[in-house]
């Protein structure tokens, strides 16, 4: 089969919508299909046309080391970009012959249009937001395609109540399984924040909830801190005191193989997030057996994750809150890490790419 994958950043960009793209390229290569990957250079200088591997294409099709500006700070993407993208893709698109379609919800034009742009378009919804605005856009985001699929069974859920689609089904973030340590439940040794250090995922709040926790029921925990971000140097600083007291440590970006091993030892995961939609973190965990601690934001649907599947504890937001949710998740530990385990078995990718395909199909 040929294929066509619509995402406004890619590889060496990262993020978890990226890595989600790149592994069901990898599955779907693996057996034999090509995939296309349709998308804007934000770094400005990478080549037009990149094959990762035999069955695996880059088309950066526009270049804009701009795409992200940094002066006007309400504006997240640059408009005339994402326009140029989508009237591109137009040309682009016809000029192949593909068996279907996926286009990644972000950066929102190529979705509206998705029906336009080709007769069998997937639409991926990562996330969903609140308010007067994000449900005008999402409406029409929702109609743009013929079909949708999500990252979690609450969207899938929520889009078959609130705008009656039935053509949707949701396809997870999985893992690798087979690549996940699990150790006794008594050799782990830290909490760890995997992720972005940016405002809307508050790194802060499990920095402050760790320093918190110890202080109130006299224990070492650590905080290991994996991902960088526009927080990093900030957090580092404020925060330097205690990273010498070893009770914080700011590791930054880590080779997979470094995120394994850390997993592996894990002891909890803190995600006080206002926004999330299934973020790969939680499936990865899941497959290392570490219970996740979230938080009952309106636009965090992660919350939905964790508490269907009983692999954690869903808090209020607040420091106070996510020391409490803490202290929960260590006294009934065991069920939490044995749920872990369970869940897991959904994770896994071959199965899931399986049933993209058969929705896909027919």
Same mark, same amino acid.
């Given at each position: ?141 929702? =109609?743009?395609?013929? $079909? ?13 109540? $609130? ?22 439940? =008594? ?14 995922? =508050? ?34 600083? $404020? ?27 894990? $002891? ?63 006294? =009934? ?30």
């Amino acid at each position: 089969m040929h294929i066509a994958i619509i995402t406004e950043l890619f590889y060496p960009n990262i993020g978890g919508q990226e890595i989600r793209y790149l592994e069901i390229s990898k599955i779907l290569a693996k057996h034999g299909h090509r995939i296309d990957i349709f998308t804007i250079d934000n770094f400005g200088n990478l080549p037009k046309k990149e094959v990762l591997d035999q069955n695996i294409y880059i088309y950066r099709i526009i270049n804009d080391k701009h795409y992200k500006p940094k002066v006007i700070k309400f504006l997240r993407r640059n408009i005339f970009t994402i326009i140029r993208f989508t009237v591109k893709l137009f040309k682009e698109i016809k000029l192949r012959q593909y068996n279907f379609i996926i286009i990644n919800q972000w950066p929102i034009l190529p979705g509206i249009f998705g029906r336009y742009i080709h007769d069998n378009a997937i639409l991926d919804i990562c996330e969903l937001r609140k308010g007067v605005f994000w449900k005008a856009i999402q409406f029409l985001l929702i =109609n743009g395609c013929q $079909k949708i699929i999500t990252v979690n069974d609450e969207i899938e859920h929520y889009l078959k109540e $609130k705008h009656k689609k039935y053509n949707v089904i949701t396809i997870p973030s999985g893992v690798e399984i087979k690549k996940f340590k699990n150790i006794g439940n =008594n050799e782990r040794r830290y909490f760890i924040f995997m992720g972005r250090l940016e405002k809307h995922k =508050n790194p802060e709040q499990a920095i402050e909830a760790t320093i918190k926790y110890n202080s109130i029921y006299k224990k070492g925990e650590t905080l290991i801190i994996v991902g960088n971000g526009s927080l990093f140097e900030q957090l580092k600083l $404020k925060y330097s005191d205690y990273e010498n007291k070893k009770m914080i440590q700011f590791l930054g970006f880590v080779s997979e193989e470094m995120k394994l091993n850390i997993l592996a030892s894990a $002891k909890l995961l803190l995600l006080p997030s206002e926004r999330e939609g299934f973020p790969r973190v939680i499936s990865e965990c899941a497959a290392s057996g570490v219970p996740v601690i979230t938080t009952d934001y309106p636009n965090n649907w992660a919350k939905y994750i964790v508490d269907k599947y009983n692999i954690g504890v869903v808090v209020r937001p607040g420091v106070d809150n996510i020391v409490n949710g803490i202290v929960n998740c260590l006294k =009934n530990y065991d069920f939490y890490v044995k749920n872990c385990m369970i869940y897991k078995e959904s994770l896994n990718w071959e199965n899931i790419v399986n049933n993209l395909i058969n929705f896909a199909l027919k």
